[in-house]
């Protein structure tokens, strides 16, 4: 069974910076290709970032330069690096696979206000 947790979510001013993880068990991010989705209130979900098997990484683009993902292969974790937050990013954010919906962890939500 597959389960993602997420964490490293808080409230920040804009400007400031916050690191996701995302800890997988069920499935090897090593071979599956995972990404981050966010979902502000009354917003649907939307991808925000995803990272293929080879390692290449996609980015909406209203993130494109300020995020990065990775994976750590030892750890089983997704992570994802948010710079210069700015309050449009203010969103509960979750980890899943790109193209398959495993269930969906409780998110972890990012704030970003002054």
């Known amino acids: 069974q597959v389960q993602l947790v997420e964490s490293g979510g808080g409230t920040v001013q804009p400007g400031g910076s916050l690191r996701l993880s995302c800890a997988a068990s069920?499935?090897?991010?090593?071979?599956?290709?995972m990404a981050w989705y966010r979902q502000a209130p009354v917003n649907e979900r939307e991808l925000v970032a995803s990272?293929?098997?080879?390692?290449?990484?996609n980015y909406v683009d209203s993130v494109k330069g300020r995020f990065t993902i990775s994976t750590d292969n030892t750890k089983n974790t997704v992570s994802l690096q948010m710079n210069s937050l700015k309050p449009e990013d203010t969103a509960v954010y979750y980890c899943?696979?790109?193209?398959?919906?495993?269930?969906w962890g409780q998110g972890t939500q990012v704030t970003v206000s002054s």
């Open positions: 990272i293929t098997l080879s390692g290449d990484t």
């Open positions: 069920g499935i090897s991010v090593r071979w599956n290709p």
């Open positions: 899943n696979h790109l193209t398959i919906d495993y269930r």
